[in-house]
């Protein structure tokens, strides 16, 4: 399975996307986490239906410093998950 989350609220400038990197690897998915330029932040995710709905929990809980407003999910299909490697920052230096 392959899904997209777009994660509202506070979550640039505090260390979200390291949180979602951490809890996405210690998982085994493979995908990307990135912030936009609108001040949310996205994610895509291959794996299970159990390791994504894990996931999904821990993006709703956030990290420590971070507040999430909302978590837009949406099926991608399945071909998507060709195009991913192992869990990665995207735009981090």
Known sequence: MVRYYLVKGRVQ???FRWFV???AADLGLRGWVRNTETGHVEIVASGSEK???ELKM????G???SRVDA???EE?????DAKLGPF???GAW
């Open 76 to 80: 991608l299909d399945e071909s998507e």
């Open 88 to 90: 990665e920052i995207e």
């Open 51 to 53: 390791q994504l709905t």
């Open 71 to 73: 978590v837009v999910e």
């Open 58 to 61: 821990a993006v709703k809980k």
């Open 63 to 65: 990290s420590r410093g």
């Open 13 to 15: 400038g505090v260390g």
């Open 21 to 23: 990197h951490r809890e």
